[in-house]
């Protein structure tokens, strides 16, 4: 059933207004439930998110929160970047591409329910797991109170820190990120808080 509350979003869809309004017929179909999450159209099962649309400047899609544990035999889930570890896409660059690969998506869509239904989990890798930059490890040595502080942050926003401190390519960067960033893990507060 339609959800007066995310009307918003296809009313506001420009370049793919046909594409996303299809990409919710078929959604609506499998009986989830619609909600907004992240300011997406989010079809949920008891209140676990099951498959969101988005869109971007050169494609619209579906993310399913579980991707990784879907069979995708048809070959056609996208891991966006190397760091997600659950969701994956289903990009789209037209409605007719949408309207043929509708009896997939559909399939998609019923083994995405079956996933949650069965209360499977995406094994995630531990913050620990991740690489924590040489500049960001010394500067933890020297301050304990920084130390103590990011290590009484979620894991969650603790991995968000890492990955943002890691993906600059040069030491300059990651050094003006840190610090930038201090403040805020002192605060207790993640990147996006």
Not at 49 to 63: E, G, M, P, Q, R
Not at 134 to 151: G, V
Not at 154 to 169: D, I, M, N, V
Request: charged letters at 30%.
């Amino acid at each position: 059933m339609k959800n007066p509350k995310v009307e918003f979003y296809f009313k506001k869809a420009d370049k793919w207004k046909a594409e996303v309004a299809k990409l919710r017929t078929i959604a609506l179909a499998s009986k989830l439930t619609e909600e907004v999450k992240w300011g997406c159209p989010c079809y949920t099962l008891n209140g676990n998110n099951v498959v969101l649309i988005h869109d971007f400047k050169d494609y619209c899609a579906y993310l399913f929160l579980k991707g990784a544990l879907l069979k995708d035999s048809k070959k056609i889930l996208i891991q966006q970047t190397k760091n997600v570890q659950s969701a994956r896409q289903i990009r789209f660059a037209s409605l007719k591409e949408i309207t043929k690969l509708e009896p997939v998506l559909k399939s998609y869509i019923r083994e995405a329910i079956d996933v949650e239904k069965s209360g499977a989990k995406v094994a995630m890798k531990k913050t620990s797991e991740f690489a924590m930059p040489e500049e960001f490890r010394s500067r933890l040595e020297k301050e304990p109170t920084l130390k103590r502080a990011f290590e009484s942050l979620t894991p969650g926003r603790q991995r968000g820190y890492l990955l943002h401190f890691s993906s600059a390519k040069q030491s300059k960067t990651r050094e003006s990120r840190i610090e930038n960033c201090v403040p805020r893990i002192l605060d207790g507060l993640g990147l996006d808080d």
